[in-house]
């Protein structure tokens, strides 16, 4: 396998060539070419159904290619397997949330850090260099008050916060999330973005879905609108969502 097809742009993170995927008589995913810049914020939009999410389950190895390739820090590879993406610099949150249920907030950070099981997690929890690290997250997302509640007793906003949490305990470059905004009442949506900014100002490389375009017009460095699976536009934000054929196909409200 070919792995020079990579961007020469030393400044790009994440690369998909011609990637596809195809539910059925869908093609979710057509033949997408993006390349996501390793600074800043960028974001993905487009309507339901546009393959915002596949394009992340793509990118996170939750689902095989049909065609095409993914390139990370210049590597292309043809299967992304979800366990490795990690050692790839690479982690992504759920549109639908998914945490540890049974298991306090606590544990919820502990697994990650720990790199382990729920249960070895437990024994590993008096660690000095673990418990002082699960607090600044659980502090940082706003969630410590929450240390020893069970993660199904949560409100929605807390388990999108906690779910951000843990992802920041993988302590990655990459991070893709999938709609973190979606359903928040306003200040929990303020402290998400808050995170966001944290992060993207430590260099790392934040890529995430959203429907709500004050936030993307407020986030975004860069921007992707998909349609059908494939590339409608891309670039400044307020240079593409300003271009006719986005606003025909999206924004046409
Ligand atoms: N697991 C699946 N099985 C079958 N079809 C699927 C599956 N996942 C997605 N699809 C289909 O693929 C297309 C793209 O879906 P996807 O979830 O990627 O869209 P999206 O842009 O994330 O939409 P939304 O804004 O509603 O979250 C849709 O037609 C959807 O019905
Ligand atoms: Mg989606």
Redesign the pocket.
Same mark, same amino acid.
């Given at each position: 396998m070919s792995q020079n097809n990579a961007s020469n742009q030393p400044d790009t993170a994440l690369e998909t060539v011609e990637v596809s @995927?195809l539910?059925?008589g869908?093609r979710?995913?057509d033949r997408l070419s993006v390349a996501i810049g390793r600074r800043g914020m960028t974001s993905i939009v487009?309507?339901?159904?546009?393959? @915002?999410?596949?394009?992340?389950?793509l990118l996170s190895g939750m689902?095989p290619l049909d065609g095409g390739m993914v390139v990370i820090d210049g590597v292309g590879l043809r299967v992304v397997k979800a366990h490795e993406t990690p050692d790839h610099g690479i982690t992504r949150t759920f549109?639908q949330v998914r945490l540890f249920d049974q298991v306090s907030v606590w544990d919820n950070i502990m697994v990650v850090l720990t790199r382990r099981n729920v249960w070895s997690a437990l024994f590993e929890r008096a660690r000095p260099r673990y418990r002082e690290r699960a607090q600044a997250i659980l502090e940082d997302v706003g969630m410590w008050d929450k240390r020893d509640s069970l993660a199904e007793d949560l409100s929605y906003g807390q388990r999108k916060l906690l779910e951000i949490g843990r992802a920041i305990a993988l302590d990655v470059q990459i991070y893709l999330l999938?709609?973190p905004f979606a359903g928040l009442f306003p200040q929990m949506l303020e402290h998400v973005k808050d995170i966001m900014k944290q992060m993207r100002d430590e260099g790392r490389t934040i890529v995430f879905?959203s429907?709500n375009m004050d936030i993307v017009r407020e986030m975004s460095d860069h921007i992707f609108v998909?349609d059908a699976?494939t590339l409608l536009a891309d670039g400044e934000v307020e240079d593409v969502l300003t271009r006719p054929e986005v606003i025909d196909a999206y924004l046409g409200a």
């Open positions: @995927k539910f059925g869908v979710a995913v487009g309507p339901n159904g546009s393959g @915002k999410s596949t394009l992340i389950n689902l549109q999938d709609e879905v429907h998909l699976g």
